[in-house]
């Protein structure tokens, strides 16, 4: 039966074909060990196009989320490319934010998320003409301005946002159908799963990424990999 979640997931996959031009357009998907991830690999399958898989290391994951990469290379029968800061980078930057200058100041933590996710994801993005993000509208009032096709003007290529538009029902419904394995730190209260230190489980009727930088206002709680404006 035909519904509004079958028409988002059909919309979806035929944007994801349309988008890469019959193959033309070289393409990366962005892998951050959330379902919303998991989602984008299944339908860019579905939708036949050729796209290679990466992740973000910040050498601050959980155990469950290194443990949860590796199901989803076995699921899928792919490669998960890690991307990190190099150690030079990670020295100075513990230099600077000690232990817990990322609770202290917005600045730190920023600073800490440029270091350990911006430019790894700069060096993840190079040569390729697209990336396949997850990001929904529906997660944060930070990603209420999501569009399907973007241009990301912060790494110079395009951005596509296949399940932009998925309510959070949306997701746990694909997940089910599709008996794609989860994270299991979503069975602990996590709904948002990020580095350890900046993640924590939520509590009922929370807003869905309420446990992610949880001592920090909304309107900051982005990493810097899905803003709009320039970073500085
Ligand atoms: S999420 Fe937290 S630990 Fe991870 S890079 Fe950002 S500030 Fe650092």
Redesign the pocket.
Known sequence: MSSAYHHKVKQAINFLKESVLGGELKVTLAFSHQNEDAITISLAKKAGISFSVFTLD?Y?LFEESLAYQKEIEKFFGIEIKPFSANNEAIRTLEEKVGEYG?FDSVEL??E??R???LVPLKNALSGYDAWISGIRIAQSITRNETKLLEHDKIFHLLKLNPIALFSDADVERYIKENTIPSNSLYAKGFKSI?????SRAIQEGEDIRAGR?WWENPEHKE?GLHVKKEIK
Not at 194 to 198: N, T
């Open positions: 910040t601050k990322i933590r920023k800490c998320c270091v350990r996710k990020g580095c350890q230190p900046c930088w990493c």
